[in-house]
């Protein structure tokens, strides 16, 4: 559950839930994936896309972590068979941070169709394998000891193979390949961070954001067990991160680590967690290979293990999750769209 259905809201209807956030060197350019409506949600949630709703990939390009770049996509109401309309747009500089601006038209079309403009750009939506994968043992044992301030307890294994909590499930996935001659003009150089936002249209004619998303794992490790502080992720913005939840988060990881005793001083290293994770934004250097490791994050591919990362850096140890990407059923592939098809 690296963002599955991470609070109440997005409990509430699972097409404005990013489960998962992207970035990583394609064919052409840098793609940017999210993915939305899990299966998780149940079998009577509803699927596709919100069609009053808005999915924004955000991208900073000069390290403020407030947005010169914003990709926007808008949907229709399903058809029968579910195939829906799509519209994506593209909005720079101040209007890239404006809800009411229009930005520019790119590309229209349909769900389920590779769609690209002329300069290489090019766009895929639509149901997809969950490229996901973790042990819901060790996902809820770290959840637990990040709400409670205790040592991470993992139920022992009674010998049965472990299966991965998404196994078999499916996504609706927006796929994003933007070249770098289309890229770099609007984001000042290589380095860039990286955000999804789900937002609703609202009665009085604004938009209410429902989810964000940047760094994986990081509301199931610290907002599991509190809905309250994983409302407070999803509506501040990144500019906020460090100073709403930085004490926080130190102080959460202090406990855990000082539990374990995986450090000589708990509560330095909880302040440096905090200092690397926080603002909650996806860093990646444009053409260069998305690596998402303990020692570097940079982008994220679709097949890492960012479970993994992310508990052994915030326990301070090397924390299993007993899985590797041989537990997805359908493996991405190295040619567009990149996601697996759902089968």
Known sequence: MSHHLD???ARADARLNISDLYVFRGERGTVFVMNVASESAGPSAPEGYHPEARYEFKIDGTGDVVEDLTYRFSFGIADADGTQTLELRRLV????T????????????????????AEGLRVWAGRAGDPFWMNPAVVQAVGQAFQHGTDVDVPPSDGASVKSLFSGQKVWSIVLEVPDAELLPFTGGLDIRVWGVTALATDAGGWHRVDRCGLPMVSPIFAQFDDDLAERLNQTPPTGDSETFAEEFAARVAAVVGAR????DAQEYGREVADRILPNALPYTIGTPA??????????????????VMFSLTTNSALSVGLSKDAVDAPPTPFFPYVAPAI
């Open 291 to 308: 690596v998402f490791g303990f020692a570097e994050f940079n982008g994220r591919a679709l097949n890492d293990n960012a479970g993994e």
């Open 7 to 9: 609070s109440p809201a």
């Open 93 to 96: 500089q101040a209007d890239a």
């Open 98 to 117: 404006d809800d009411a601006a229009a930005g520019t038209a790119l590309i229209t079309g349909t769900t389920g169709q590779t769609l690209e403009t």
């Open 261 to 264: 005793r995986t450090a000589t």
